[in-house]
């Protein structure tokens, strides 16, 4: 750590002078709009011939560039909807030209490509991070939920306990669960409540989903040990209405609203509501239970789940201002959300239950503040606070014991799960408050400083808890925890394709149970770099890292997770090795492809072990765990007609404790055995293509086809039992077809899920629906 803050405090001192001697600037800015007045965000303005100078217009049109040398100049403004445009300027010493620009509108897809935009689906793809940014846009009219399109990504795999709204694990490079952190805006998600699931949000609501594999960039003030998924919602000033309706098998029915509107004088307000509803009453090929004599059946059956409906509906409202002096954006939320599910199942598939519910309150105030060019030209400042006030309840009062065939069995006491009757509710009130500050200090160099707080506390209500057992006793006691994490990192472009970023965090933590706290501080540190060249650019990055746990793996979920205080930070060490390439040739071929190296060593690993107690399962260190991971991907677009695309994940992950944890000199008779539950290796490919002009000018019809494999993996370590149990390999095909009309403004959708009807499993061999159908109508504007 010391070699490193040496590095960095050389690198900013030998520099000094570079940065201080900054002559009078001359100043081009002005607003870039379309023919019809429009504003257009997010276009390129740059110099003819230089990739150094160049501004990207902000979300109403502006655009400010700093130049050191008076001349003429050719300013090229690039947008992906628009042609070209080129225009020639003469500055003078200190002078400040205002130059507005009309961008007319450009149906050729692949031309735009040549141009190389620099959209923020750009930007953030050619940062030295191993990042993914996936563009939601093209899949704004399918059915698909977040988790169905991060699912396509490489080296990525979400993996459902059931059908809507079911729990699910996600996987990234062989990390898992909580070694993954999710944010919306850059705002964590931990404690956003069940209804922002990423199995629950709608596409639609999804501008793009950035996934850092990975080391991770201090601006999230994140612990994630595995990396981070950033969803990305559409900030665009733009009055716009997008509403979607879908329905299909099993009693499923989906529907989104989303309303935009951005006054002359700044003022706006957003609303986003969306609804989920589902009878999941799939079949299933399960063992039976029989009642009386409490054995399973040796032959398999086809059963419906009968105590799995879903259903949510959340309203997320926005009011404030945009582009003012004081702020870029200043905007206050409030979120209500309410869910209900069943719960048909514990830990694992064999505990059924019949009358197990799960209700679900969200009540969150937000608020977000960002402004760029603070006091000074290059400071920006982010600012992000939300408090969530709902909470969980779980519903166990029945007296019987079931069976997958619906039977039931009167049992002596109230409770299916086991620890008696329950109405509890848990009320996890969230807390976190987020602040990032960077500054450019000119085209070479740049500082960034950021500091996360998040705040845990858990109490409970139960009208039924007599509080006479000691466990009872134990429910109400004190819950808490508070987490900081800091960061500051510094960023040097050697070249105007070559930069190289440096960075430390330090993590702290303290958690209370009953009377004790626990408190730990930890410190990382890490680097990452890049080199673009003719279409190629390479990444690297090392990380030496730490993870928290989480409140969950503490204090458990009030239900079917145990909590285990005694959990010790994970510490990772992380390299990364990307190699991408994307070029258009002859203007009617587009290429994309993307290869990734991961390796990972962390000790103190932390896994969920399902079998726990009962039907409850918990968190345990497990010692050392090595990763070695290859994931690649592949696109090629033929002139806006054909498009085909795949990736392919291997990991091989592999449990490095020599000695069983607690013991003293005892083998651990899994040492460098795979990691159950974890597939590795895994692929997709989907290919698609798009008739313009069918049945009318402008009218569209999209084909597409997806396969999704897995190839089989271990169920528990290989070495427990003389026949371990196998999650089979499985390949599921799906399709869809989409027709848009009335100048795009109508989409009419159809697909067919798991076309050929195959058995498919999941996280813990938790069967997924078999064959299904949806229908999607979209209107936008």
Known sequence: MRKLLLLFFLLFFINMPEMIAQSEPIVISGIVKDTNGNRID??????????????????????????????????????????????????????????????????????????????????????????????????????????????????????????????????????????????????????????????????????????????????????????????????????????????????????????????????TFQVNAFQNYSDN????????????????????????????????????????????????????????????????????????????????????????????????????????????????????????????????????TKGESGGGPSLTKYFDNNASVSMGVNYKINDQHAVSFSNAVQYFNRRTEDPLAVKETQADKNAELKRESIKNITGISYRYAIRDNFNVSVFGKRYSIKHTYRNESTTSNKMGYGLAATYLWRGFQLKASYENTYRLPTDTELFGDGDLVWGNTNLKPEQGKNANLNLSFSSVISKVHAVYADAGFVYRDTRDYIRSNPYGSGSRANSVNIGGVESVGFNFEGRYIYDNFIHLGGSLTTQNIRSKQKYTIGSYGVENPYYNERIPNEPYFFGSVDAGVTFEDVLKENNNLNLSYSLRYIHRYYYDFAGIGAHPEIIPSQAIHDLSASYSLFNNKIHLTVEANNLFDKLAYDNYSFQKPGRSFMFKVRYSY
């Open 281 to 412: 009453n799939y079949k299933v090929l399960v063992p039976v239970l029989n009642l009386e004599n409490n054995a399973y059946a040796k032959q398999k059956t086809w059963n419906r789940r009968f105590n799995d409906r879903f259903q949510t509906a959340t309203v997320v409202t926005k009011v404030g201002v945009v582009n003012k002096a004081y702020a870029d954006r200043l905007l206050v939320g409030f979120t209500y959300g309410e869910g209900k599910r069943g719960v048909q199942t514990g830990t694992i598939m064999k505990k059924v239950f019949g009358q197990k519910k799960r209700r679900s309150v969200t009540i969150m105030p937000t608020l977000e503040y960002s402004k760029k060019n603070l006091l000074l030209e290059g400071l920006d400042l982010s600012l992000n606070a939300s408090y969530n006030g709902g909470y969980n309840q779980n519903i166990d009062t029945a007296a019987y014991k079931y069976s997958w065939d619906g039977q039931r069995k009167p049992i002596p």
């Open 42 to 267: 997010y276009a390129t303005v740059s110099l003819s011939g230089s990739q150094k100078y160049n501004s990207l217009t902000s979300a109403n049109g502006h655009y400010k560039m700093k130049l050191r040398k008076p001349g003429t100049y050719t300013l090229v403004v690039q947008h992906i909807s628009y042609y070209t445009k080129s225009i020639t300027i003469d500055v003078d010493t200190g002078q400040s030209v205002k130059q507005d620009i009309v961008l007319e509108a450009s149906t050729s897809y692949l031309d735009d490509l040549v141009l190389q935009v620099k959209k923020p689906i750009e930007k953030v793809r050619e940062t030295a991070y191993n990042v993914v940014a996936v563009d939601a846009k093209p899949l704004h009219n399918t059915s698909l939920d977040v988790a169905g399109a991060l699912d396509r990504v490489s080296g990525v795999k979400v993996r459902r306990d059931g059908g809507e709204g079911a729990s699910y694990s996600f996987s990234m490079n062989g990390f898992s669960g909580k070694h993954v952190r999710f944010f919306l805006d850059g705002v964590p998600m931990e404690g956003f409540g069940s209804e922002f699931n990423i199995n629950n949000l709608p596409i639609t609501l999804i501008d793009r989903i950035e996934v850092y594999k990975g080391v991770v960039p201090i601006e999230f003030g994140s612990d994630a040990l595995g990396g981070v998924i950033n969803i990305v919602t559409n900030k665009s000033t733009r009055t716009r209405v997008d509403a979607s309706f879908a329905t299909g098998s099993f009693n499923t029915y989906k529907s989104h609203l989303n309303v935009n509107k951005v006054f002359d004088n700044g003022l």
